[in-house]
């Protein structure tokens, strides 16, 4: 743990000792400075309020997009003719940047939660889709032969076959789509839509608060990492080992 830090802390220092010797900038803070920017944020309460404006978007964009592609997935995986029905619309869609439905999803939703949840909820429902489709035909045959032999309707052999089998692998696919909740969620906010924290990084640079914009921006970062390590922990409580093996394919 000490050496991971080393590297970080190092840079830290060399930043700090290259922006006072650089002297005030529009453009570049010293960490010292931006971490007082920190506090003052988390002071005022405007870097909380933001926080909960930018996790209400990604969390909300993330359970629809994650249900959606997890019931498509389950399905495609399962039935061979609707994923060949599917598959070619599923595969025009799929390459559509996020960012470009953004003009679309304003006429049609306008500024706020809507607008956010949509565009955060269309981005995080392909990984979902595609890595569920995988893990649902990765099930091992002979469970499927045990499900026939026991006659277990489609619907049971999915609840008390597929599903367990595959669950590992679709939680690697949810911590995927959890990260780019988070990124797609404050692109938006920076493009257009007022709120959170990546409209607070537009203000402060507007406002020419290098120091104020690169403590939203280290913010962010220890949202992220804090979001990826609950989903580690939960992941590792619920299967064990195999969630080290699943995530290492």
Known sequence: MQRALALPAALVALAEIGARAHGPSDSIAPPSAVVSALLEALADGSLAGATRDTL??????????????????????????????????????????????????????????????????????????????????????????????LRLSPLQRTAKIVAPAALPRIFVALRLAAGISLVVAVTVEIAVNPQGLGYGVMTAGQAL????????????????????????????????????VEAAR
């Open 56 to 149: 209400v978007s990604a969390f909300g964009g993330l359970a629809i997009g994650a249900g959606l592609g997890l019931a498509l997935g389950v399905m495609l995986g399962s039935l061979r003719p609707l994923d060949r029905l599917l598959e070619p619309t599923i595969e025009l869609m799929r390459p559509i940047p996020s960012v470009a439905v953004i003009p679309i999803a304003l006429v049609a939703l306008g500024f706020g939660y809507r607008l956010e949840i949509a565009i955060v909820a269309f981005a995080c429902v392909w990984p979902l889709l595609l890595l569920t489709r995988a893990a649902v035909r990765g099930v091992e045959p002979r469970l499927i032969e045990v499900a026939r032999a």
């Open 209 to 244: 608060r290098p120091d104020m914009m690169l403590a939203y921006v280290v913010w962010i970062g220890i949202v992220g990492f804090a979001f990826n390590a609950a989903l580690v922990l939960a992941q590792r409580r619920l299967f064990g080992k195999a969630a080290g």
